[in-house]
């Protein structure tokens, strides 16, 4: 064989300028010469793209060795190539399995001739993809979902299997003065920028941390007098990352954000007027010296953060303040009965398997809430995320009847009518004190609402809990413990027979009733539902989880009350 060259292919930080295969091969003499190019994973996105730049840049007649583990696809892209003159060779193959390298270097002797200047190995089969250099996940075709995650080894039940930082993040309009802009914790007093005036800090290392990030949002905040809205200072946030890495796509990172899905096609009318308007914004907050974009790739970038944004929640995982992008996290597709669950820890998010995952399972998240009706998941799921869910729980409706159940006490059809009707406009109600923080009132509409779904509505009924939520809430913020506890309770007891053991929403319930129950002096029940809603937050959470670590010191407390009591009891 001739000098191969160095193949191209993901190399650690810093030893190549150009980590992405696509732009080394734009940036080779346009003139290659006769070439042998062998191009694994190559029936699919990233690998197909790279296959046919390679066809423009090699001289007629060039040999191509395709590889990929599916067969239909690589031979439509033979199809494809075969027309410009070039010599293509398909080899089907599975990397991973033993053998198939040697088929694969048999297929590149066989097409190999003496005339061939150059040997080109773009080595780009899934299977060596590995996030953070781990080996707990691998990138796949997950079929009709397209990409996904599989368990790259068995994975423990609580097991990380990777953290991402986010490759860029914004805190919400909402709450920019209450929450620190490089970490996202919740502070009374943080400290300002003096320039924009804009961003909040927890101190001086809080600042200095961010301000790569900051210091063009900085500038373009002064320039325009004023911040836009959070859509648009995320675009452009991650646009000025985008331009700072050149597009490179790291080592721990699967995929370039800019291939992530955007759905932009998919919009109906009046999501595309909205797009519109935040484009125009983001063109007069855009002041990143001679870069000019097209609307047609602002758009993308704002239909990338519309169906991959990541909501962010405080450390106490209470309330909403900022929203991130995390490409590996994107690749996760949709379940709703999920083998894992997301958390944000220490700035990061944490992607923990809820159960024990066999290699080879794919991995999987819920984008919406559990507690919802098939019916209503799915149409979230299609107007947010534009796709069908499938999955068992849908296609089963398994838990619609509980979660839509009459009480024991079998009321008519027409009551049962009645009340649901109730419920619902009564919700609407306490929503709307609820916002305006109008406890007292939200209290009253509460146990008025619950008394009409007394005997009617089962425990498990949505409505139900729903009602039995806010009051707790309510009750809670005016310190009425037993009152509140009693609510809670009924809440947990509900939530046990529809949520699967370890869910965060579950566990978080719990570790609320518990905490209400011991405030109200409740001490061994209180304990007993806090060690519940610990286990569970191990797994969830984990244990360095500002959650997790603030329950411990309760559960500690409980405990210690509860052997004082023993101690002095007769
Ligand atoms: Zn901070
Ligand atoms: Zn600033
Ligand atoms: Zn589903």
């Known amino acids: 064989m001739a000098t191969p060259p160095s193949p191209v292919k993901r190399r650690s930080r810093g030893a190549l300028a150009s980590r992405s295969p696509l732009r080394a091969a734009a940036r080779m003499e346009q003139q290659l010469g006769r070439a042998l190019c062998i191009i694994t994973g190559a029936s699919r996105g990233f690998g197909r793209a790279v296959a046919k730049a390679m066809a423009r840049l090699v001289e007629p007649e060039s040999v191509f060795v395709l590889v990929a583990r599916s067969g239909d696809e690589l031979r439509t892209l033979q199809t494809e190539l075969a027309a410009s003159d070039l010599d293509v060779r398909c080899a089907v ?19 190999f001739s003496a005339d061939i200047r150059h040997v080109i190995l773009v080595n780009n089969a899934a299977r060596t993809m590995t996030v953070g250099n781990t080996e707990t996940v691998e990138l796949f075709d997950a079929g009709p979902k397209g990409r996904g995650l599989r368990a790259g080894r068995d994975l423990g039940t609580g097991e990380v299997v990777f953290a991402e930082a ?8 909402s709450v920019f003065m209450q929450v620190c802009h490089n970490c996202f914790r919740q502070q009374a007093a943080l400290h300002r920028c003096a320039q924009c005036q804009f961003a909040f800090y927890c101190n001086r290392t809080c600042q200095t941390a961010c301000w790569d990030e900051h210091k063009n949002e900085c500038a373009a905040i002064r320039e325009a007098g004023k911040a836009p809205d959070e859509n648009v200072r995320l675009a452009a946030r991650v646009l000025w990352r985008l331009h700072k890495d050149s597009g490179i796509v790291s080592d721990s990172q ?3 954000v800019e291939q992530l899905e955007d759905h932009v096609s998919d919009l109906p009318q009046k999501n595309l007027q909205r797009l519109e308007t935040d484009v125009q914004s983001f063109l007069e907050y855009w002041s990143y010296g001679k870069k000019r974009h097209s609307v047609d ?15 962010m929640s405080d450390q106490k995982g209470l309330r909403s303040v900022g929203v991130g992008l995390f490409p590996n996290l994107s690749l996760v597709n949709h379940d709703c009965s999920p083998n894992c669950s997301v958390v944000l820890n220490h700035g990061k998010i944490e992607l923990r398997a809820l159960g024990k995952i066999p290699e080879g399972q794919e991995l999987t998240v819920s984008y919406v809430d559990f507690l919802n009706l098939s019916g209503v998941r799915k149409k979230k799921l299609m107007e947010r995320y534009h796709f069908e869910c499938t999955c068992q729980r849908c296609s089963q409706h398994l838990k619609d009847d509980l979660m ?4 024991e006490a079998k009321p008519s059809a027409e009551k049962l009518k009645e009340v649901t009707a109730v419920s619902e406009d009564c919700l609407e109600k306490i929503e709307k004190c609820h916002v305006e923080k109008d406890f007292h009132e939200v209290v009253k509409l509460c146990g008025e609402c619950l ?12 409505y139900k809990l729903r009602v039995l939520s806010v009051a707790s809430e309510a009750l809670l913020f005016q310190r009425l413990f037993p009152e509140a506890a009693a609510y809670a309770q009924r809440m947990v007891d509900g939530y046990t027979k529809l949520y699967p053991c370890n869910n965060a929403q579950l566990g978080l319930a719990i570790m609320r009733a518990g905490v209400v129950h011991w405030q109200s002096g409740k001490t061994e029940l209180g304990h007993s539902m806090i060690c519940q809603a610990y286990s569970i937050l191990m797994v969830t959470h984990g244990p360095d989880h500002a959650i997790t670590k603030d329950l411990e010191s309760t559960r500690m407390q409980t405990e210690l009350e509860l052997k004082r009591k023993k101690a002095t009891s007769p």
């Open 254 to 256: 699967l995929i370039s």
């Open 297 to 311: 790739y602002i758009s993308h970038i704002f239909g990338i953060i519309a169906c991959n944004g990541f909501i």
């Open 93 to 111: 193959a599975d990397l991973s399995l033993e053998g198939a390298p040697e088929n694969v270097v048999r297929a590149a002797k066989e097409a």
């Open 404 to 407: 839509m159940a009459a009480a």
């Open 166 to 173: 986010s490759f860029a993040a914004v805190v919400f309009d």
């Open 451 to 462: 008394a009409k779904q007394e005997n009617v509505l089962a425990d498990t009924h949505l």
